[in-house]
């Protein structure tokens, strides 16, 4: 059963401080791995999608980068704002999603 | 371009009833997905179906019933609602499984009283 874990759970940040998300999941059989982001009451927006034959994925101030082998992928984002402030989820697809449990950003202004 | 919706959006409901989810897709993905979302848990597979009139259990099937009649509706059904069904319940759709994202629906936040 593929078990995935995000550190932290939580992260409070100035405006303009980058910001280093982690996943790390069991199984390196895998088809990608997808970062999401989740605003209070709200349901999922996909953000990046990494295929398993790729190492990382960028859009605009987001980077994301994926190492199978050692079942870890990274999401960063450079430049916080406040409008970044919300809740990150990883996924990894092995056929089915399997989340993690989020890490939830506030960046201050 | 409506998207993926879901309906209601609120309900509340009490224990023993039976409670229908719906989920609507425009833009004829093959597979269709319900999640549940718990503090505690995160979000976790109920059923999904990869075509019209073929569906599989995820990892929490207990309790609820899918169809899928028509490819872009994918109704989730608790048979009979428990305190324990008290959730957020998402329902999300691709083109295909190991290639492209899901895109999720906004919920419904769903208490059995």
């Known amino acids: 059963k593929q078990e995935v874990t995000q550190i932290p759970a939580a992260l409070s940040v100035p405006e303009g401080e980058n910001l280093v998300l982690n996943c790390s999941f069991t199984?390196?059989?895998?088809?990608?791995l997808q970062w999401f982001r989740q605003d209070p009451g709200k349901g999922l927006t996909s953000l990046l999608l990494i295929q398993s034959s790729q190492r990382e994925q960028t859009s605009g101030r987001l980077n994301a980068s994926l190492d199978k082998s050692s079942g870890r992928s990274t999401l960063y984002i450079a430049a916080s704002q406040p409008g970044d402030s919300a809740t990150y989820l990883c996924?990894?697809?092995?056929?089915?999603?399997?989340f993690g449990a989020g890490t939830t950003v506030t960046v201050r202004a | 371009d409506a998207g993926i919706t879901q309906s209601p959006r609120y309900k509340i409901t009490e224990t023993g009833r039976q409670v229908t989810l719906m989920c609507h897709q425009t833009w004829s993905h093959s597979y269709m997905f319900w999640y549940r979302q718990d503090l505690g848990h995160g979000l976790r597979l109920i059923y999904y179906s990869a075509a019209a009139d073929i569906t599989d259990k995820g990892e929490v099937p207990d309790g609820y019933v899918v169809s899928r009649s028509k490819t872009e509706n994918f109704p989730l059904t608790l048979e009979s609602a428990t305190r324990s069904q008290t959730s957020v319940y998402f329902c999300?759709?691709?083109?295909?499984?190991?290639?492209?994202?899901?895109?999720f629906g906004p919920g419904t936040r769903l208490t059995v009283l």
């Open positions: 999300a759709s691709s083109r295909e499984v190991g290639t492209d994202t899901q895109y």
């Open positions: 199984d390196s059989a895998i088809y990608n």
């Open positions: 996924a990894v697809n092995d056929y089915k999603l399997s």
